[in-house]
């Protein structure tokens, strides 16, 4: 368990939580690559590589030499995609696609970060139109991702706005921190990938998830805490949308008020009767 709840007296705290591997069992951006396929995003060969490299990243995790030519890669891949059917494709098989590969161990994370009173932020290098569907499936608070330049057409360049990887990520959650008044010696951390080590160091407890080989060397030199996450289970199974402090005081409330008036109606029968 995380702790009580927070003293509100205190600065804002969060929860930062990279997505692949992470949260979900898979890559966002390439899970999607069959419905880009069959939405005529991309032909066959390119479905081919991208399941290829899917492999490569659920072996052993990418190293940077190989996240930078999977960008490279994915940005050229991208040019000319209208981005309104990208984001079409994604809401249409999202469910279908990622609540299934959503780690259990994750959702409850979230849902015990939540109740605690801490935001939840996911901090992904996959693109914003994957990335906030998925948050707001998962109940994050906010999402950072990476942007690609869109033109006057309404499709992709090709081109890279922002992209959130590596040093990126900890610069990304240091600015929302200075935004939102988050005390990040408070805040939480949780990535798979020895490439988030600034953004694991940039917080007061950083935990290293299914890590790779690079962070989990680095995570046993520093007493990071290691977790393994195994069980991918659908949200529906457990709650739709994880529970906020304001919905657990509802719920409470509510509980109480049907409490009372049984008693009361209870007392009442018994006064009838008697």
Not at 104 to 130: F, K, M, N, P, Q
């Amino acid at each position: 368990m995380l702790g009580l709840v927070e003293n509100h007296s205190l600065p804002r705290t969060a929860a930062f939580f990279d997505l692949d591997k992470t949260v979900i069992a898979k890559s966002s951006t390439l899970t999607f690559s069959k419905s880009f396929y069959q939405g005529g995003l991309i032909n066959r060969r390119a479905v081919l590589r991208t399941a290829y490299a899917q492999f490569v990243f659920l072996a052993g995790g990418a190293d940077h030499d190989q996240m930078e030519r999977m960008r490279e890669y994915l940005s050229a891949l991208c040019r000319g995609w209208n981005v309104q059917q990208v984001k079409e494709i994604v809401a249409e098989t999202l469910h279908d696609l990622i609540d299934p590969i959503i780690y259990d161990e994750a959702a409850s994370l979230i849902e015990e970060h939540h109740l605690a009173g801490r935001d939840v932020v996911i901090v992904s290098t996959s693109g914003t139109e994957v990335v906030e569907p998925i948050g707001e499936l998962l109940g994050a608070d906010r999402v950072v991702a990476t942007r690609m330049v869109v033109g006057d057409d309404g499709c992709f360049t090709g081109d890279v706005e922002y992209y959130a990887y590596g040093p990126t990520k900890a610069e990304a959650i240091k600015e929302l921190a200075a935004s939102e008044g988050y005390d990040l010696s408070r805040c939480y951390a949780y990535s798979d990938s020895a490439t988030d080590i600034p953004m694991l160091e940039a917080v007061g407890h950083p935990h290293a998830v299914n890590p790779d080989r690079a962070l989990r060397r680095e995570a046993t030199t520093r007493a990071w805490p290691i977790l393994d996450f195994h069980h991918p289970v659908r949200l529906k199974q457990r709650l739709s949308v994880p529970p906020r402090p304001a919905l657990v005081a509802a719920a409470a409330i509510g509980a109480a008020a049907a409490t009372a008036g049984l008693v009361w109606y209870a007392n009442r029968r018994r006064s009838v009767v008697g």
